[in-house]
């Protein structure tokens, strides 16, 4: 069974805008990270936060938790067509083995030139 | 090599015949996990072998499904008397031991008719 969701599910914007995407979460955790995903088949890894870290920067992302209301968030600032994918958080179980990542469902964004 | 690699790219099958699927991991990658996606859906973790054994093999959805990685590198996930609702891309990832930053695969897509 899937660990959380993403929302939205969808979301549209233009290029140069933000993008805010967000996903919730079920148990404890050690890490949560972010894919991306384009054409429905290889994931690319994009950043990893760790259960005590409550902010991380990577580039024109930067993904935010908090472990109290089990969620994160990613921002992609200055969006391009290229970042046109679907989004991915995946946790792994406290306790749980290291390749056991639960995924959830995806936010699939657009970004219009 | 460069990448992980799986084989082959796309696999049409007719119900009830055995499949092999394969995945090359990155070179040096102790770690190794199989994950399969449906449609719409997030990858849903299979299998994660340390060197030649699986950890954690608590996906696996039932005994028709079976993975082998007998040298610690190369992997093969075997599908016994497929069924149309074993149709989805399966997605094969390594890493170093003790990281959690996975390499995905482009996957294969598996279609059962």
């Known amino acids: 069974s899937q660990q959380g969701e993403e929302d939205p599910q969808a979301l549209s914007i233009q290029e140069g805008e933000n993008a805010t995407m967000n996903c919730s979460y079920k148990?404890?955790?050690?890490?949560l990270q972010w894919y991306r995903q384009n054409s429905g088949r290889g994931l690319v890894h994009l950043i990893l936060?760790?259960?005590?870290?409550r902010e991380k920067h990577s580039g024109r992302l930067r993904v935010t938790l908090d472990t109290s209301k089990k969620s994160s968030s990613l921002l992609i600032t200055a969006s391009r067509a290229a970042d046109t994918a679907s989004y991915f958080c995946?946790?792994?179980?406290?306790?749980?083995?290291?390749?056991?990542?639960?995924f959830g469902k995806g936010t699939k964004l657009s970004v219009k030139p | 090599g460069a990448g992980v690699s799986q084989t082959p790219s796309n696999k049409v099958t007719e119900k009830g015949k055995y499949v092999e699927l394969r995945c090359d991991p990155i070179?040096?990658?102790?770690?190794l996990y199989w994950y399969r996606q449906s449609l719409g859906q997030g990858p849903e973790f299979l299998i994660y072998?340390?060197?030649?054994?699986?950890?954690?093999d608590s996906g696996l959805p039932n005994d028709r499904f079976f993975a082998v990685r007998p040298e610690g590198s190369v992997s093969t996930l075997k599908i016994q008397r497929t069924e149309r609702g074993d149709s989805a891309v399966y997605l094969c990832?390594?890493?170093?031991?003790?990281?959690?930053?996975?390499?995905f695969g482009q996957g294969t897509r598996l279609t059962v008719v």
């Open positions: 990832a390594s890493s170093f031991t003790g990281s959690t930053e996975a390499f």
């Open positions: 148990t404890s955790i050690n890490n």
């Open positions: 936060i760790r259960s005590n870290e």
């Open positions: 995946a946790t792994d179980k406290y306790g749980g083995s290291q390749g056991n990542l639960i």
């Open positions: 070179s040096g990658h102790t770690a």
């Open positions: 072998f340390q060197g030649t054994g699986a950890a954690d």
